[in-house]
């Protein structure tokens, strides 16, 4: 899977949008970005995931440039229980010949959403 | 009760005990997982079920032994563990599905069982 480049923290005031980058730089064409959260000693969460197109659910909206070597995930009101670390992977989805069912976790982006 | 459950929550076990932790998933998918979080460690893949086949076992000693009775269930069964393998251990479930735009067979993970081993 494809390696992913994430700022360690980033903060927003609460009612903002809050913006976390990720960078995949060598993501290959099979391979779709998926955006997870964890809050402090909870199991990770889905939130949204995305092959080239922008995709958006009742969470928040993934925008993957063109070029697919990095994408933006958006929580368009950031609440103070948005607080968490954010993961951004890529992976190649299970179907695709051979068994891929590893979730690799990196540092993510702890976000700090403030009062 | 919906999503993926794990219990027990909390567990506190000796290196002699045995103990099992429970997961069960009320998604109706086919695929069944066993993570390990250690403290400021990524997560590790433990175990993959599949249609109740195990399909991956990530080098894991054999003091973790997992169960998978049917889809919507999920044992590991632990024994003679060591301090080290104190950490939250995670459960997770999923389905893959093809809708109009993409593939998904995203996984989604239970609270976790906190074990400390003395």
């Known amino acids: 899977d494809a390696k992913t480049t994430q700022p360690p923290s980033m903060d927003c005031a609460e009612g903002r949008a809050a913006n976390l980058p990720c960078n995949h730089s060598t993501i290959s064409g099979n391979e779709y970005v998926y955006w997870y959260r964890q809050i402090h000693s909870q199991g990770p969460q889905y939130i949204i995931h995305g092959l080239k197109n922008n995709e958006t659910n009742e969470m928040a909206s993934l925008i993957i440039t063109e070029d697919r070597k990095s994408s933006t995930l958006i929580l368009p009101h950031a609440t103070l229980r948005d607080t968490a670390v954010y993961y951004c992977i890529v992976r190649v989805a299970s179907h695709s010949g051979g068994s891929n069912y590893k979730l690799t976790f990196g540092k993510g982006t702890l976000l700090t959403v403030n009062p | 009760e919906t999503g993926v459950t794990q219990t027990p929550r909390h567990l506190v076990m000796g290196m002699t005990n045995k103990k099992s932790l429970k997961c069960e998933q009320h998604l109706g998918h086919n695929a069944m997982y066993w993570y390990k979080q250690s403290a400021k460690k990524p997560l590790e893949l433990m175990f993959v079920y599949s249609l109740e086949e195990r399909v991956e076992n990530n080098s894991v000693p054999s003091r973790f032994s997992p169960e998978c009775p049917n889809s919507s269930h999920l044992f590991l069964h632990l024994h003679t563990l060591q301090p080290e393998d104190s950490a939250l251990y995670l459960c997770?479930?999923?389905?893959?599905?093809?809708?109009?735009?993409?593939?998904?067979?995203?996984?989604?993970f239970g609270p976790g069982t906190r074990l400390t081993v003395l």
């Open positions: 997770a479930s999923s389905q893959g599905d093809w809708t109009q735009t993409r593939y998904t067979d995203t996984q989604y």
